[in-house]
């Protein structure tokens, strides 16, 4: 089972920026792909973004062109730039492992294979 470290999360006005660092243990990229979803209370749970080792990567539309994610596999770090932040950005931000990048799409019902317990990211109007 692969465990979870995540950071960054935090209050911020809108245009603002945070940075998300995740740290996943028992984990190989060679096994899973990893990112990032996000649950806004009352909502369902959204794939934001998931990377591959060959760094070929997933984004939601709702965060394409101001989020970026990144990896550092030598440590089985991936981390979320997120910058023009909008108060619909608020959500719990939890770190994923799927078997391909591509599953980060959606709910991830099924595809999601480990996740962490996330870290709170507000952003104030």
Request: net charge negative; aromatic share 14%.
């Amino acid at each position: 089972e692969v465990h979870f470290v995540e950071s960054g999360g935090g209050l911020v006005q809108a245009g603002g920026s945070l940075r998300l660092s995740c740290v996943a243990s028992e984990f190989s990229f060679d096994d899973y792909d990893i990112g990032w979803f996000r649950q806004a209370p009352g909502k369902e749970r959204e794939g934001v973004s998931c990377i591959n080792k060959y760094g070929s990567t997933y984004y939601a539309d709702s965060v394409k062109g101001r989020f970026t994610i990144s990896s550092d596999i030598a440590n089985n770090t991936v981390y979320l730039q997120m910058d023009s932040l909008k108060p619909e950005d608020t959500a719990v931000y939890s770190c994923v492992v799927t078997r391909s990048y591509a599953f980060c799409r959606g709910n991830g019902n099924g595809l999601f294979k480990y996740w962490g317990h996330g870290t709170q990211v507000t952003i104030s109007s």
